[in-house]
């Protein structure tokens, strides 16, 4: 069974600091990463998806890498602004000879806090 | 951008109510996911649904059941109430195939009193 692990829990850094943000996950046969953001009390929102294929994705301050045969992940946020607060969640997909190709197992989050 | 679409997004219920949950995909996805977020907790997969037929089945209790319209919309229904199912119920959806990205909903916020 596939299992989800985020370090650290909580992180809390000053505006404008370079943050990592960890993920790493028991079953390598996976299909693809996903990390989301949510906010309180909201939904999930998708930053970025990395296929099993792939070592890295970006999007603006955000840089997503995957190292599939040690099973983890990491998101690296450059110059970080205090609207990046947020709990920071890392989801993987399994390979579909698991049998469990169409969910996603979420790790615990970061709650992530930066101060002004 | 269109997005996924829940309702209602609150919903308070007693125990042994029974309470239904609707989800309208983003245009043009035709498979649907349901996760379950109790407080504090990760999300967990509940159930998915691919061109309107059960494709996947998580944690979902024998008290709960969704089903997948022909429009592609989704409901998640409840019954028998519980004090431990009141969380977050997401819904999520994504184009045809494995590989694409998953957007969930906003979530409904169920409370059961």
């Known amino acids: 069974k596939q299992e989800v692990t985020q370090i650290p829990a909580a992180l809390s850094v000053p505006e404008g600091e370079n943050l990592v943000l960890n993920c790493s996950f028991t079953d390598s046969a996976i299909y693809n990463l996903q990390w989301f953001r949510q906010d309180p009390g909201k939904g999930l929102t998708s930053l970025l998806l990395i296929q099993s294929s792939q070592r890295e994705q970006t999007s603006g301050r955000l840089n997503a890498s995957l190292d599939k045969s040690s099973g983890r992940s990491t998101l690296y946020i450059a110059a970080s602004q205090p609207g990046d607060s947020a709990t920071y969640l890392c989801?993987?997909?399994?390979?579909?000879?698991?049998?469990?190709?169409?969910?996603?197992?979420f790790g615990s989050g970061t709650q992530l806090t930066v101060l002004p | 951008a269109a997005g996924v679409i829940q309702s209602p997004r609150h919903l308070i219920k007693e125990k042994r109510e029974t309470a239904t949950l609707k989800c309208y995909p983003i245009?043009?996805?035709?498979?649907v996911y349901w996760y379950q977020q109790g407080p504090g907790q990760d999300p967990q997969f509940l159930i998915s649904f691919y061109e309107k037929m059960q494709s996947d089945k998580g944690s979902i209790p024998d008290r709960f059941s969704a089903q997948q319209f022909s429009d592609y919309h989704s409901e998640l229904n409840m019954s028998s109430l519980e004090l431990g199912d009141s969380a977050l119920y997401f819904c999520?959806?994504?184009?045809?195939?494995?590989?694409?990205?998953?957007?969930f909903g906003e979530g409904s916020w169920l409370t059961v009193v």
């Open positions: 245009p043009r996805h035709d498979t």
């Open positions: 999520a959806s994504s184009l045809p195939g494995i590989g694409n990205t998953i957007y």
């Open positions: 989801a993987v997909r399994s390979d579909i000879s698991s049998g469990s190709a169409r969910q996603l197992t």
